[in-house]
């Protein structure tokens, strides 16, 4: 498997525009869990889905923030519109229900001017 | 309510000695734990877990730790650095349902020749 599959890696956009990032998680896994990293917060989770739901959405920073995941393969990750703060790199990662191990992916660099 | 504390920002060891990351948690039941290592501009990759099996728990890379209930602790060791093993190291809490993983605040490792 080529595991947790995460795009763009690099992101650069101006304030104001929409960012949509996008992952792919391994294959027959049914949760699917969304993370920002920064210096100063650290990891936090954004939100998780399970078998396509969204479960908790409760750390989305604010309403600017918005998850999808229509199909098993396939979540995506929107801001709109971006500010400088949002600059970060934001980390998908997926889990099968029969282990208890999140596998991440490489992570998405996005950087707001 | 679950979390974890990294009781180390830093560590500074020099290659061929022993490596020791300390980390408590704080869990209102039996937790499942983990030691994650993400090393710069990398995604977060797997060391070792920890699931009320062994308390002694081997990981990739030569890793291995040890959870103590009774000092709600589960401090990470290697006993011969190498300079590959220079990166962040991440303590890990999941609740046992859902798998939300709570992270600490991360321990950079440096590695000196």
């Known amino acids: 498997d080529a595991g947790v599959i995460q795009s763009p890696r690099h992101e650069v956009t101006e304030m104001g525009q929409e960012v949509t990032l996008r992952c792919k998680p391994i294959s027959g896994h049914d949760y699917l869990f969304w993370y920002r990293q920064t210096m100063m917060r650290g990891l936090e989770l954004l939100i998780y889905?399970?078998?396509?739901?969204?479960?908790?959405d409760s750390g989305m920073p604010e309403d600017r923030f918005s998850a999808k995941m229509p199909n098993a393969s396939f979540s995506t990750l929107k801001i709109q519109p971006s500010e400088p703060r949002d600059s970060a790199v934001y980390f998908c990662?997926?889990?099968?229900?029969?282990?208890?191990?999140?596998?991440f992916g490489q992570g998405t660099r996005l950087t707001v001017v | 309510a679950q979390s974890v504390t990294q009781l180390d920002s830093h560590v500074s060891v020099s290659e061929g000695t022993p490596v020791l990351l300390r980390c408590n948690y704080s869990s209102s039941y039996s937790p499942s734990l983990f030691w994650y290592v993400q090393h710069p501009n990398k995604g977060l990759q797997l060391l070792l877990k920890?699931?009320?099996?062994?308390?002694l728990v081997k990981g990739i890379n030569g890793f291995e730790a040890e959870f103590k209930k009774s000092e709600t602790s589960f401090h990470l060791t290697k006993p011969s650095a190498h300079m590959s093993d220079a990166a962040e190291y991440f303590c890990?809490?999941?609740?046992?349902?859902?798998?939300?993983?709570?992270f600490g605040a991360g321990t950079q490792v440096v590695v000196t020749p």
């Open positions: 889905f399970n078998n396509n739901v969204p479960i908790d």
């Open positions: 990662a997926s889990r099968s229900s029969q282990g208890i191990e999140a596998f």
């Open positions: 890990v809490v999941s609740d046992s349902y859902w798998g939300k993983l709570q």
């Open positions: 920890y699931t009320s099996a062994a308390t």
